[in-house]
Structures are given as structure tokens and as C-alpha cells.
């Protein structure tokens, strides 16, 4: 029902905007010139007819539920209810009329049943009677007030200048919503355990917190020694250490070789074929690393007199800086050719070589940028989540042997929010305080990556 | 410079083609250039005076499609020879660029760059001279000897413009190239530069492509008059400017086109 209103007000839109097009074109075949062109004419009228529409809309979704639930509960008044059951009465009502309700039926709940259905209908009806009536009107009204000197330039514009707005604040409330939901549950998981063992303490082992009996008492002492972070953050680093060796070496020397060496032809094919590795699902490297390279790396070592395990932190981290080199290529390759072309003149008429150019002016005039796409880089290893919980293992260990298993943060949380869990358990909040620790380091990276650009570009603009 | 009355010339060029891809930009270009004078190159935009001008010091190997067709003869040695090393060319032939391009480091490794590269300078007293003496020469030793370590980037036009010139000349080229020097900077700026072409010719040869016709007029003593890729017309700047051969000279000298 909703679908078909709302399909045949965007119809009515459209037509407002012809209507309104049509209406400008008239006045300019009388030979009088137009404040704006017809188009905006179109435009202004349509406006007048999604406002309306949008706000009577939004007024029904707020008010409708509540009003139908005070009329029906209305019968019930006087009767000594308590809220919670009345609370449940409703729901009961709700579930009976949309012939869900499986329990032992009332008649005075078959009677608000009803009531309910008809209410229903009486308000379905009545908002496609208001909406339809109101958007008529105020379309007449605005098709009525243009004329030649009416402004409707100034706004068409200004509505879109809305929803722009609109749309952007969505994206910021939602970051916005996220943050808090962390910082809410980080700080009551703080509660329970101390900042303390959480930051310095270095054995974390979260599958404790399971053995507790639900029916017994939170007691926090039980708890110490189960969530020191330590070894995850350690993990952490060290797998994204490991990936930044892969990463930058090779997605900067390719990055390089796209931006100064590559004739037209091969940049033509190789860049983008680079940038398919971007495009690669983190799943399908996860397994890759899992399955293929961490079976290699073992028997690699175990040939050498090693003992590598199946599940090493090389061969997750080596995986994952992969994953990482088209983004440091693709950005280095984007600033190394921002480098204005003069410098590089200037270069080679003093008689420069092209690596010395490289190395001494277009490096250096670019490193800001390099930085930047590096430090990108690192945010993107440290928050990757897939390659390590396949092929690195779960058990965090405290270790800085790239051929042993670690953890890292990521895959803690997911360790910790797969299958069942509580609300409001120390254990499931934990991955909230993890959660929170992560975003704080890659905000901090980001930020840093975002000024070091920021400081480069200004330079050449 | 003119040895018992005998022009010396440094560079003979010799029926110059140049393509871009398919595209022929220039045409039997042959034109011969006295040495410790100031050759200006003017023509209307497009006429292909500055890809001349990057022929004399290969700058033209830099963009792929293009290909040089001819001989290019400096002190008597074919610099289009495949024998012709690059690096050692344009150590001998510096070149100022249109717009003025500093690389973003400081002055002093702004000049120091080409000694550096050709090896020039044996220690760091060395290089404090040839940087100390190239800003000199360049006019510009007085306004920035005090700030040798700050970036050649925060200087102004004109006075970036005289540290390239200085970058340039830091190698002691025999050839200095000048494509435009003063076409992005004041009048002031570029009175300063003129003054300076006319000091550097007593020991570098010089050719500036120019637009401005007063400022070949002021400032050479031969020109070359280039239009639609051709060599119309070149003799000493007197001559061309007074009573040129060509009705095309005229006409663009008088401001009748171009």
C-alpha cells in the first residue's frame, strides 16, 4: 500500500515538473524574459510537492503507532493494569491481528484485535487522503504563483544545498552512533575490569569468562589475568610490522616504476591490473594465506631444520602486506606524478641521470604524499581482520617469532562475538573495549596520514 | 666574439628535422651560433623555436614521441652521434626554464646540485665557493647569503628565476639555453635578468627564445626569426630588426602578425 502511495507521488513529482516546465515555457512564448530557465520552474514545483509529502510522512511514522496504541489501550484503562502488562496486552493484540499469536485467545483481546485491524485501515486511508489532498494543493498553489519574475532559481538551490547536507549528516551521525555504542560499553566493561590489566597486563585468555555459571555473582577477582591486552597489541604490530616489510618495499618500487619508467603502454595494462589485487576479496587472501602459503612456509621450514607452525604470523603477515602493496603503489604512483614535470626538467638539463632525479628531487619533493600512503597502509594492516583469523591462529601468544602463531586484535573480536553471547558479560564487552582501542589507533593514523598530504599538497597548488 | 675579425661560432646546426610522432615541428633547420653572444630565437607561439632550443641540449629525449632528425655540431662533435653522452652534453650546455622551477631544497643545495653530480666540487670548502661564487655571478648572493639554508621555494619570481640561472651556471656550461626566463616575472624582475644575460655572455654563449621582440632587441646581438617550424630569416639582431631581408620579418617585427 505504502509502495503504491509512494510510487504515485513520485509520478505526481514528475508531473508537477512538467507541468511547471510547461508553465515557464508559456510565459517565454509571450516574448517575456524568464528570472531563471524553465527547468527550475520544473524543479520549484516538484519541490512543493516532495515537501508535503516528506513531512506528512514523517509526522505519520512518528505519531500513527503511539495514537493506535493509546486508543486501543484506552479500553483497558480503569482496570487496575499495571504498564508492563498493558505493554503486553498491545503486543498480543499486534501479534493476534497479524495471525501470529499462538497462545490461548481472550475476547477482549479478539475485540482490540479488531480494533486495531480497523484503526489500521481508518489511518492507512486517511494519510493517502491527506497526502494526495495536501500535495495537490500546495502544487497548485506554487503552479498558480509563478510568473515570469517569480524566483524559483534560489529555491531549487537552496533545497539541494539541503539534501546534500542531509546526506552528509547521516554519514557523520552514524560515526557519530558507532562511537558512542563503543564508548558506552568500553567504559562498563572498565567497570568490571581495571584500565590497568587491561593495558600492561599480558596474558589474555577471554574463554575463561566462559566457565562461569550464569546463575553466579559477577565476582571481578576472578577475572584478573584473563584480559591483558598485551599480547594482542603485540600481535597486532607485529603481523602489520611484518606486512608494511612486504608493503613497502615492493609497492613503492612499483610505484615508481608506473610513475617514471613504465612507457605509456605497459602503465595502460599495469596499473590496473595492480589495482585488481585491491579488488580481491580479504576472504579469498585469507585462504590463500591459510591453505597455501602457511602449509608452504612450514614445510619451507621444516626442510630447513625449522619448526615453523601451520598457522605463523610470517605467512599471515606476508599475505596481508600483499594485499597492501596496490595501495601504496597506486598512491605513491598518484603523487611521484604530481611532481610538477619542471622539476624533473630542471633535473635533467643540469645533467642528471633518471635515478638521480628520482632520488634526489622527485623523492623527496614527494615524500609527504609517500608518507601519507604508507601510513594508510599500516591503518589498513592493523584493521584487516579476514587473513588473520584464517591463517594466523587464535591462541594469543606473546612471542616476536615470525614462524609461531599470534593473534591480533581483530581476530580476538571476532573469537569473542562468534556463536551465543550475554549482553552485559565482561567477555563480550571486552570486545567493545577492543573495538575502541583499534578505532583510537587507526584515528590517530589516519589523522597523521591526512595532515602529512594535506601538508604536501599545499605546496604545489 | 670575433677572433682577427673572424666570427667564432660554437654551434652549427644542420638541416634539423623534428617530428612529434607523425608531426613535423620543425623544418631544415640550419643556423649557425657565435660564441660569447646572445642569440635571441623569436617567431609567433607554436612556431618552434623552444624545441629548437631543446634540441641543443637533448631535452627532447625526455618526451617519448619525439625523434631529432639532423646534425647538431657543439665545439666540431655531433651531439645527435649515438657516442654523444648525455650527461657530459648538458653538464656543457645549461638550460633556464620558462617558468621558474627551484627544486624544493634549500638555496645551497639548490646550487650545489649539478657540482654534486658531475663530482665536481673535491670537498666542502669547494662547494661553499662554486655555490658562494654561481649566486654571485647571478646577482644574487647579496639578497640571500644570509639564508643559504632555507628553501629555494620561498624566494620570489624574479629572484628564483636568478637562482635557477645560478643552478645553471654552477657547472660552468659553455651554453646557456634560455627559454622565455622573464615571461613569468615583473618588469623589474626582468630588467635584473636582462642586465644579467648581458654580464654571462663574457663567458657563456648564450640563445634566448623570447617573445618579447624589445627584449631581443635589447639584449642579443644575432636573431633567428622562426615561423611554422621554419628558420625564416637569422643575422645579427641590427639587421634583422632595421632592414630584414624577408617580408614575413618585417611584418612580424612591425606587429603585423603574430
Not at chain 1, 549528516?169 to 572498565?190: C, E, H, M, P, R
Not at chain 1, 615508481?256 to 576479496?281: D, F, M, N, T
Not at chain 1, 591463517?391 to 573469537?415: C, D, F, K, M, R
Not at chain 2, 628553501?151 to 657547472?171: E, K, N
Request: hydrophobic share 45%; charged share 20%; aromatic share 10%.
Amino acid at each position: 500500500m505504502n509502495l503504491i502511495l509512494f510510487t504515485f507521488i513520485v509520478l505526481l513529482g514528475f508531473t508537477s515538473y512538467y507541468f511547471g516546465r510547461k508553465k515557464a515555457y508559456t510565459i517565454q512564448s509571450t516574448k517575456k524574459r524568464l528570472t531563471a530557465l524553465p527547468q527550475f520552474y520544473g524543479y520549484y514545483l516538484a519541490i512543493w510537492c516532495a515537501i508535503p509529502a516528506f513531512i506528512i510522512f514523517s509526522l505519520w511514522a512518528i505519531f500513527e503507532p503511539s495514537i493506535v496504541k493509546l486508543l486501543i489501550l484506552s479500553d483497558y484503562s480503569n482496570q487496575g493494569y499495571l504498564d508492563d502488562e498493558l505493554n503486553l496486552i498491545y503486543e498480543k493484540t499486534k501479534a493476534l491481528s497479524r495471525g501470529q499469536f499462538t497462545g490461548e485467545i481472550t475476547p477482549f483481546i479478539e475485540a482490540s484485535a479488531e480494533k486495531y485491524l480497523s484503526l489500521r485501515s481508518i489511518a492507512q486511508s486517511s494519510k493517502v487522503v491527506i497526502v494526495l489532498s495536501a500535495i495537490i494543493a500546495s502544487v497548485a498553489y506554487a503552479y498558480k504563483r509563478i510568473s515570469s519574475n517569480s524566483r524559483t532559481r534560489e529555491p531549487v538551490e537552496k533545497f539541494l544545498n539541503a539534501v546534500l547536507f542531509t546526506a552528509s549528516l547521516a554519514a557523520i551521525l552514524t560515526t557519530v552512533g558507532i562511537v558512542f555504542s563503543l564508548i558506552f560499553q568500553t567504559i562498563d566493561f572498565f567497570k568490571v575490569i581495571p584500565l590497568f590489566d587491561f593495558v600492561f597486563g599480558t596474558h589474555w585468555y577471554p574463554a575463561k569468562a566462559f566457565v562461569r555459571d550464569s546463575s553466579e555473582a559477577l565476582d571481578p577477582t576472578m577475572y584478573s589475568d584473563t584480559f591483558g591486552a598485551v599480547p594482542i597489541f603485540a600481535g597486532t604490530f607485529f603481523i602489520a610490522f611484518i606486512a608494511m616489510c612486504v608493503a613497502i618495499p615492493i609497492g613503492l618500487m612499483s610505484g615508481i616504476y608506473l610513475a617514471e619508467y613504465a612507457s605509456i603502454k605497459v602503465r595502460q595494462y599495469a596499473k590496473p591490473l595492480i589495482e585488481i589485487l585491491a579488488g580481491i576479496p580479504t576472504v579469498v587472501y585469507g585462504f590463500f594465506a591459510a591453505l597455501t602459503v602457511g602449509p608452504f612456509l612450514k614445510e619451507l621450514g621444516t626442510s630447513m631444520g625449522l619448526e615453523v607452525s601451520a598457522e605463523s604470523a610470517l605467512a599471515a603477515g606476508g599475505v596481508m602486506g600483499i594485499m597492501i602493496i596496490p595501495f601504496i603503489s597506486s598512491l605513491s604512483d598518484d603523487v611521484i606524478t604530481s611532481v610538477p614535470q619542471s622539476l624533473r626538467d630542471g633535473s635533467y638539463a643540469m645533467g642528471a641521470t633518471k635515478s638521480e632525479t628520482i632520488k634526489r628531487v622527485i623523492f623527496p619533493a614527494a615524500l609527504p604524499g609517500i608518507v601519507g600512503s604508507i601510513l594508510l597502509g599500516v591503518s589498513r594492516a592493523i584493521g584487516e581482520t579476514m587473513i588473520v583469523v584464517m591463517a594466523s591462529g587464535l591462541a594469543a601468544n606473546l612471542t616476536l617469532n615470525p614462524l609461531e602463531s599470534t593473534s591480533t586484535i581483530t581476530a580476538q573480536i571476532v573469537v569473542i562475538l562468534i556463536g551465543d553471547q550475554a549482553f552485559g558479560d565482561p567477555k563480550t564487552q571486552a570486545a567493545f573495549a577492543l573495538g575502541m582501542s583499534l578505532f583510537l589507533v587507526t584515528l590517530c593514523l589516519n589523522i597523521v596520514a591526512l595532515r602529512v598530504v594535506k601538508r604536501y599538497r599545499e605546496k604545489y597548488e | 666574439m670575433r677572433k682577427n675579425g673572424v666570427k667564432m661560432i660554437k654551434i652549427k646546426a644542420k638541416d634539423v628535422d623534428v617530428f612529434y610522432g607523425k608531426k613535423q615541428a620543425l623544418f631544415n633547420i640550419s643556423l649557425d651560433i657565435e660564441e660569447n653572444q646572445v642569440t635571441a630565437l623569436i617567431g609567433p607561439s607554436g612556431c618552434g623555436k623552444s624545441t629548437f632550443l631543446r634540441c641543443l641540449n637533448r631535452m627532447n629525449d625526455v618526451i617519448d614521441i619525439c625523434s631529432v632528425k639532423g646534425e647538431i655540431l657543439i665545439n666540431d662533435f655531433n651531439i645527435n652521434d649515438k657516442g654523444c653522452d648525455v650527461v657530459r652534453l648538458r653538464e656543457k650546455i645549461g638550460m633556464v626554464f620558462q617558468k621558474p622551477n627551484p627544486f624544493p631544497k634549500t638555496l645551497y643545495e639548490n646550487v650545489s646540485y649539478g657540482p654534486t653530480i658531475h663530482g665536481i666540487a673535491q670537498s666542502k670548502q669547494e662547494m661553499d665557493e662554486i655555490v658562494e661564487t654561481s649566486l654571485k655571478k647571478a646577482a644574487l648572493w647579496e639578497e640571500v647569503k644570509d639564508r643559504l639554508h632555507e628553501p629555494g621555494t620561498g624566494l620570489s619570481g624574479g629572484q628564483q628565476q636568478r637562482l635557477c640561472i645560478a643552478r645553471a651556471i654552477s657547472v660552468r656550461p659553455e651554453v646557456i639555453l634560455m627559454d622565455e626566463p622573464c615571461s613569468a616575472l615583473d618588469p623589474i624582475a626582468t630588467a635584473q635578468i636582462e642586465e644579467l644575460i648581458d654580464e654571462l655572455k663574457k663567458e657563456h654563449t648564450i640563445i634566448i627564445v623570447t617573445h618579447s621582440m624589445a627584449q631581443a632587441a635589447r639584449v642579443s646581438q644575432n636573431t633567428g626569426f622562426f615561423h611554422l617550424g621554419q628558420l625564416i630569416e637569422h643575422g645579427s639582431t641590427d639587421k634583422i630588426f632595421k632592414n630584414p631581408d624577408n617580408k614575413k620579418t618585417q611584418d612580424y617585427i612591425t606587429g603585423r602578425f603574430g
